[in-house]
């Protein structure tokens, strides 16, 4: 596709609901990252995938949260027991080959603005 | 830790002025990104830093890098009303890992 895109734009959700946002890269590119975006915190990453090699898991702040990406292209992001203060908008972004001058620029995507009631 | 700041956080000018942003990091790092958002939009990438002395230009926004003083900055020249938006600067952590600054929210009054 011509851009990064997610599904879906908006998600509210209660409290202690499990819920699953998904991430399609731009095509051809091997990096895919999610980063999360709150007033209280700024931006933030969470975690970072690069071809087949295990995917990065640092910035993820619970072991509520977990992603998977399929084949090498589409990603899901899912939060279990969501709690208030997880309320925030979740962003995507891939990159054509980290590492790479001039070739490693994340494009992010529109985001997931997600509500925990 | 790394830590990226930004100042100032608010700026508010008038069309025509110029300006700076400033983007400060605290350890080594050989990328740093600059990104505009605008309100309730995604991050559009602006410019890519690769090396110390390095300066790049778009239309009426110009960046720099130094990165022995690990410092960039964001310079606004005769500012006009579309410029208006939140500039963020990231550097590269590792395996391009971003670690974002807190965003500078510019805005352009007639």
């Known amino acids: 596709g011509a851009g990064v895109s997610q599904s879906p734009s908006n998600k509210v959700t209660e409290k202690g609901k499990d819920v699953e946002l998904r991430c399609d890269p731009i095509?051809?590119?091997?990096?895919l990252y999610w980063y999360r975006q709150s007033l209280g915190q700024g931006l933030e990453f969470l975690i970072y995938?690069?071809?087949?090699?295990?995917?990065?898991k640092s910035g993820l702040p619970s072991d509520r949260f977990s992603a998977e990406r399929t084949g090498g292209s589409v990603s899901t992001l899912t939060i279990q027991r969501t709690q208030q203060e997880d309320s925030a908008v979740y962003l995507c972004?891939?990159?054509?080959?980290?590492?790479?001058?001039?070739?490693?620029?994340?494009?992010f995507g529109p985001g997931t603005r997600l509500t925990v009631l | 830790e790394l830590k990226v700041e930004q100042n100032p956080l608010f700026l508010s000018m008038q069309e025509g002025k110029n300006y700076t942003i400033y983007c400060n990091y605290s350890?080594?790092?050989?990328?740093l990104y600059w990104y505009r958002q605008d309100p309730g939009k995604s991050l559009e990438s602006l410019f890519v830093?690769?090396?110390?002395?390095a300066v790049k230009q778009e239309g009426r926004l110009m960046a720099s890098l130094d990165t022995k003083a690990r410092l960039s900055t964001l310079h606004i020249t005769a500012a006009v009303h579309d410029l208006s938006a939140t500039y963020f600067c990231?550097?590269?952590?590792?395996?391009?890992?971003?670690?974002f600054g807190q965003g500078t929210r510019l805005t352009i009054n007639p």
């Open positions: 990231a550097v590269d952590l590792a395996a391009q890992k971003l670690v």
């Open positions: 972004a891939s990159s054509l080959q980290p590492g790479l001058a001039g070739e490693d620029t994340q494009y």
């Open positions: 995938f690069q071809g087949n090699s295990a995917p990065d």
């Open positions: 350890t080594t790092s050989d990328r």
């Open positions: 095509s051809g590119h091997t990096a």
């Open positions: 830093l690769l090396s110390n002395g």
